[in-house]
């Protein structure tokens, strides 16, 4: 047994305003509603398997983490974990602002029950992992930069070889360089036999690290089994939602049809299955580099002989549209077709991209390139973090500085 839910349920006090909590005391009249952030949660999570725990937000994962991590109590049911547990759920949390990283270090040592050789060893394993300098360490951990405060916390939680690790996104700790890191340690962690409870928005690395996965909605475990399943029953809701939020929309995001464009409604021939990206080095698609190496890959499934195109944006999540192309805008254009799944893949070998936030949308759209007989909008947002340049803006304009006359 890893980590085991029996039928976990938790439900907070919810005050309208802050004085409420103190006048219900006084008058003992009910001055709250109750809302159930987690409901139903029964299962468990395998010893040594890596599970992975995706939805959207508001849908009560953290809630789910921070219960099986013990920092919150459930309103009903139990939670039993194996061994060690190491949460990377806020990092830091237990962390003196006003003494130094060397201090911070021994006191964590201290939380786990460590004294003499093995705190030592403790002390010299967090330091390494760090990377942080000496002089960094004396200094109190108020001074840190938020990426520096991350990865001595990072080191603590994880440098006590736990034999059940919860996460909560924390690959996203410092920049790429220690993102890789952090990953590689999980992995490592993984392989020596670890339990992991996995949660991330990040789909790509759900599918690629683990073996089972649940999907929580609405408080509720929606589904829960072998990732792909799961993973695609969760894509198959978001582009539902996403659609369904279009055809709401009073102005739709410009995409490569025509803006006007009305929403399929009836099943659609050409349906986008999947959506992905990979760096060249596969650590972590949805943190990228501005000129770093990006593939997509488009898988769609025809129910029909026709021919059809696909067309693809990254946009802005204000929905402005930084960047769309469709095969049709191909010399010539190249149309797919045919019924059965079609895959196709872009290379951007050096993706111009200044930093901030960006998701793509992807459109079906008929031979005319009129008709758009399936999208899905806003998805996998990713970031992109120019770390090497200080232009601003949205993408790199190559230019040249003329010599002064
Ligand atoms: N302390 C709290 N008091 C009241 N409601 C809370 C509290 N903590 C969480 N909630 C509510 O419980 C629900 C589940 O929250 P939770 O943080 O578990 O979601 P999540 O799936 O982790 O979301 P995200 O992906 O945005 O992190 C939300 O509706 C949230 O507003």
New binding site residues.
Partial sequence: MGIRFEDIEKS?R?YARAQDRLWEWLTRRQRHRV?V?LTGADFEVRSGETFGLI?????????LLKIAAGTIAPTRGRVTREGRVAALLELGAGFHPEESGHDNIRFMAALHGLEGAAMEDFAARTTAFSELSPETLERPVKTYSSGMFMRLAFAAATAMDPETLIVDEALSVGDLHFQKKSLDRILQLRDRGATVLFCS?NLYQVRSLCQRAAW?HG?RIQALGETESVVTAYEAHERRRYAHLRADAPAAAPGPGPASAPAPTTAPLVKIACLSTQTRDGINPAQVESFQDLTLDIRVESYCADRFHIGFSIVRPDKDNVFCTSTQFQNPPRPLCGAGTHRLRVRFARLPLLSGEYLWSVYALDDSGLQVLDMAELIQPFTVLSQNHREAGLVWLDHEWLPTQ
Avoid: L, P
Wanted: no cysteine; net charge neutral; aromatic share 6%.
């Fill in positions: 907070y919810v809302h952030a939805g959207e937000n508001g849908a009560g994962k953290s809630t928005h929580v408080g």
